[in-house]
């Protein structure tokens, strides 16, 4: 157990719903990440906040994905109007600034089926 | 763009025999390589990173080397055991997007008894 929580843990949903998973990171953490992870592949990087700024969204698959972090504690990730390519797992990690710079460590993820 | 390639995608090895995977990174500016297991169901779970001003660095049975001039570094897993089974990722820090992480595709590694 690394620390950082997910919740649900899996997620099942019909075609055209949105969904909305949450991640709190280890406490001490400033920096939080999603990832998305397909079957057979690496995570693939979509969003990172450092405290409670967006600083990098252009990763994001689409307009139909959006990330939150309102006080820079815990993150949310929506996905609108859920398609069958949507299915993965979705990963959160969080790091901190200072010493051990850079090691992020990621939670037990969300996995998301889209019917 | 960015790219980490890694390989072989699957390594089989018998117990005690040791094991080496390989990546390569596209971004002369990355400066640091962290290597994740991942185990069925569960999130990837930091094992050893290393960072560029470091040639090698060792934890027990595992050690990670990195040539920046090549652009390449690699895993070594010594004396393996079946526990040591899982799928290992390298990745690369991509500093145009922050501090975020580039994976390569991943390596399926099988120790038998």
């Known amino acids: 157990d690394t620390g950082v929580s997910q919740d649900p843990r899996h997620k099942i949903t019909k075609r055209g719903q949105n969904v909305t998973f949450r991640c709190d990171p280890i406490s001490e953490h400033n920096r939080l990440y999603w990832y998305r992870q397909t079957l057979g592949q690496g995570p693939e990087f979509l969003t990172y906040f450092q405290n409670e700024a967006q600083l990098e969204k252009s990763r994001l698959l689409s307009d139909r994905f959006s990330a939150e972090r309102p006080k820079g504690s815990f993150s949310t990730l929506e996905i609108q109007r859920t398609e069958q390519g949507d299915s993965a797992m979705y990963l959160c990690?969080?790091?901190?600034?200072?010493?051990?710079?850079?090691?992020?460590?990621f939670g037990p993820g969300t996995r998301l089926t889209v019917l | 763009g960015e790219n980490v390639e890694q390989h072989p995608s699957t390594l089989s090895v018998q117990e005690g025999d040791s094991a080496v995977i390989k990546c390569t990174y596209s971004d002369s500016a990355s400066n640091y390589f962290p290597w994740y297991k991942q185990e069925l169901g569960k999130g990837p779970q930091l094992i050893i990173d290393?960072?560029?001003?470091?040639g090698e660095k060792k934890d027990q049975r595992i050690a990670v080397t990195l040539n920046k001039t090549a652009k390449h570094f690699s895993l070594h897993i010594t004396e393996t055991q079946p526990e040591d089974s899982a799928v290992y990722f390298c990745?690369?820090?991509?500093?145009?997007?922050?501090?975020?992480?580039?994976f390569g595709k991943g390596t399926t590694l099988s120790v038998s008894s």
């Open positions: 290393i960072r560029s001003n470091v």
């Open positions: 990690a969080s790091s901190s600034t200072g010493l051990g710079d850079n090691e992020q460590f």
């Open positions: 990745a690369a820090i991509f500093l145009q997007a922050g501090t975020a992480l580039i």
